[in-house]
Nanobody
Framework: QVQLVESGGGSVQAGGSLRLSCAAS????????MGWFRQAPGKEREGVAA???????RYADSVKGRFTISKDNAKNTLYLQMNSLKPEDTAMYYC????????????????????WGRGTQVTVSP
């Protein structure tokens, strides 16, 4: 099994920044692609950003230029740097991993991921 544990969420005013972390353990393989997803109350879970084993990245249009996904393979840790936060970024943020080593056109779709963390809440006030 693979365990994913998110941290770094919190409350911030619009325009502020947060950095989320996701620590992977268990039978985690650094060749897995990983992603960040978010879900606001009453809305479907949406893909925010993904990164593959080579470090290639993909972002949702709504966060391009504001969010940056990265990873530290030595620490088995995934990050999401979130800048210029907006109230509409308020959601529970989840870390996920897939056995697929390379990004595909569906890398921001939740059903493509095999392992999930429990989430960390991000709240952005106006």
């Amino acid at each position: 099994q693979v365990q994913l544990v998110e941290s770094g969420g919190g409350s911030v005013q619009a325009g502020g920044s947060l950095r989320l972390s996701c620590a992977a353990s268990g039978y985690f393989d650094s060749q897995y692609s990983m992603g960040w997803f978010r879900q606001a109350p009453g809305k479907e879970r949406e893909g925010v950003a993904a990164i593959d084993s080579d470090g290639s990245t993909r972002y949702a249009d709504s966060v391009k230029g504001r969010f940056t996904i990265s990873k530290d393979n030595a620490k088995n840790t995934l990050y999401l740097q979130m800048n210029s936060l907006k109230p509409e970024d308020t959601a529970m943020y989840y870390c996920a991993a897939t056995r697929e080593p390379q990004l595909t056109s569906s890398s921001l779709l939740a059903e493509k991921y095999d392992f999930w963390g429990r989430g960390t809440q991000v709240t952005v006030s106006p």
